[in-house]
């Protein structure tokens, strides 16, 4: 029998992601993954500002952009009949109000990116097995998990050979299809199915038509070959979504030469060298898990949620669940917090993916106006009309429902801005979440830390890059008492102060107001980089009090 402190069911991206951060913590971990490697087909493929901060803060950033598209590709959503046809409309994201402009580009160190998911999970191996503190057991099929109360067996098979893990916690990061969730009888709430997609991922050379004028996304829509287009490397590498009836067809429907003449038609160009990959069908869903825990075994990824991929938010949110649970289960296996601080990681993760699930089929419906949905035939249709009224008339709609879409693509505050804790929004009010676009940083206490520019031994660099796989308590130049408290009542736990003026330097001179720090003010930052505790906020909590709370309950 082996034993370790962590078994993770699953190394997708998630899954990958949990190892990592257990990692930075000094906890290793079992990987345990059926396949014999890195799925090449590629899936999810937008790498949201939020992800890109933690792959910042992983040293991954560098490798993931060098795979990304180039920026330029994900400033633009087109709409368009064939790849090679008249184009319908387009948003520009480069052209929205000079106010949001601004906003996103001093909201964070990164910016939002497309890299195909199969090179994001390539990088997170990579570093995984960099950094040495996982096993990974590909070829490994995950037969049971048993609760055995305070620690978990996992049953698996590899080849002939069965054997037992033994762990403290068990991760389940198994996917939206994975049976560890229903074995625990873990229900979901939610829409089971909005819809079914066809994934084509197929090799081409489309730079005729996206060299000079490229996008994250290329709607085709038309009476033969509707789908949409996604970039996945700016050069070669595309996949098609189209729809899908598992009542009447099977994937089987769809051999290599079929769909080569599905994207020739989309295309609208007969003799395209198309070079079929690999063809995948998808069940579209909205659903939350009712729970994310059960005794010693979480949920994480889609396992614990699964949304449409209107707005990019699936992999993005599991990221974010991994990062949040991975301290945590590090914090109790480390000793420097107690079990009861496991229980805020569904109080925490739970709610952002009820509100990115609804988020997500808000901007599902709303895409039917501009031609993407259940109605697509009948609006091609329209389009391809002989009377050239009728499809004046379907273009000048289209041309008018399109711009309306922008919130579905620019939705900075539904990546950045949630907050944790009961009610609590960025703005530090309580009551309903402000809109997906409307972000505005705020220092308040379960809020993500804002970002700003400082400069540390002569180079410039974010407030987010001060954090570390600990506790971090950034203070005012007058903050010394507070520092002093700090490293008395962290004695246990993993630590560190920054002074500003004294170990950074506020160069544009907008630092302390946005962390909402005065001259002898502070705020305490957890490992994921939320705000544990804001000497502003006047709760009346001491930093020991804070840190306590911070240990206990999260927040």
């Not at 993954?33 to 090449?40: F, H």
């Not at 590709?73 to 368009?80: D, V």
């Not at 301290?327 to 709610?351: C, F, H, M, Q």
């Not at 009542?489 to 506020?506: A, K, M, N």
Request: aromatic share 6%; hydrophobic share 40%; charged share 20%.
């Amino acid at each position: 029998m082996t034993d370790t402190p962590v078994v993770i069911v699953g190394a997708g991206p998630v899954g990958l992601a949990t190892a990592l951060v257990l990692g930075r913590h000094g906890v290793p971990s079992v990987v345990c993954e059926r396949y014999s490697g890195v799925n090449p087909h590629p899936r999810a493929h937008v790498v949201n500002t939020r992800s890109m901060e933690l792959l910042r803060s992983w040293g991954l950033t560098e490798a993931v952009l060098g795979d990304a598209v180039d920026p330029e590709w994900t400033l633009n959503i087109r709409w368009k009949q064939t790849l090679s046809g008249p184009e319908l409309g387009r948003i520009n994201l480069a052209e929205g109000p000079a106010e949001e402009l601004r906003r996103r580009v001093e909201a964070s160190p990164e910016m939002l990116t497309s890299c195909a998911q199969d090179r994001v999970q390539q990088h997170l191996l990579d570093a995984v097995l960099a950094q040495g503190m996982a096993t990974l057991r590909y070829d490994t099929t995950v037969l049971d998990v048993a609760d055995r109360g305070g620690s978990v067996e996992v049953s698996v098979e590899s080849g002939q050979r069965r054997e037992t893990i033994r762990g403290r916690y068990a991760v389940a990061a198994d996917g939206a299809t994975g049976v560890i969730r229903d074995g625990f009888g873990i229900g979901l709430e939610g829409s089971p199915v909005l819809g079914h997609q066809l994934n084509i991922y197929f090799h081409a050379d489309l730079s005729p038509w996206t060299s000079r004028d490229p996008a994250l996304l290329i709607w085709a829509i038309n009476t033969v070959s509707p789908g949409v287009f996604i970039g996945m490397d700016g050069d070669r590498r595309w996949t098609f979504q189209r729809s899908f009836d598992p009542a009447t067809e099977s994937p089987a429907d769809y051999p290599p030469e079929r769909c080569a003449q599905i994207i020739r038609d989309a295309v609208g160009v007969d003799e395209l060298d198309v070079r079929i990959r690999a063809v995948g069908p998808w069940t579209m869903a909205a659903r939350t898990a009712e729970r994310y825990r059960s005794g010693s075994v979480f949920l994480v990824g889609d396992a614990a949620h699964q949304f449409p991929p209107t707005g990019g938010l699936g992999m993005n949110t599991g990221l974010a669940d991994a990062d949040n649970l991975a301290w945590k289960l590090a914090a109790v296996i480390n000793g420097w917090a107690p079990e009861t601080l496991l229980d805020s990681y569904e109080g925490e993760r739970r709610p952002v993916a009820v509100d990115n699930a609804r988020h997500s089929v808000l901007n599902a419906l709303k895409m039917a106006d501009a031609g993407i949905g259940p109605d697509t035939g009948n609006i091609a249709a329209r389009l391809e009309s002989p009377d050239p009224a009728v499809a004046a008339e379907e273009r000048g709609r289209l041309a008018a429902a399109i711009p309306g879409q922008r919130p579905h693509f620019d939705a900075l505050n539904q990546e950045i801005g949630y907050v944790y804790g009961p009610g609590r929004r960025a703005d530090g009010a309580t009551g309903a979440p402000l809109s997906a676009t409307d972000f505005r940083p705020s220092a308040v206490r379960g809020a993500r830390l804002p970002h700003a520019w400082v400069v540390r031994d002569g180079v410039r660099v974010s407030t987010l890059d001060l954090l570390i796989p600990g506790f971090t308590l950034i203070t005012g130049p007058e903050g010394a008492a507070r520092a002093d408290t700090f490293a008395t009542v962290t004695e246990s736990v993993p630590s560190h102060t920054v002074v500003l003026g004294r170990d950074v330097i506020d160069d544009d001179g907008v630092c302390p107001a946005r962390l909402g720090i005065p001259a002898d003010g502070a705020v305490l930052v957890r490992p994921d980089g939320h705000i544990a505790w804001s000497s502003a906020e006047g709760t009346g909590s001491s930093l020991e009090a804070a840190l306590y709370e911070a240990l206990t309950a999260g927040y």
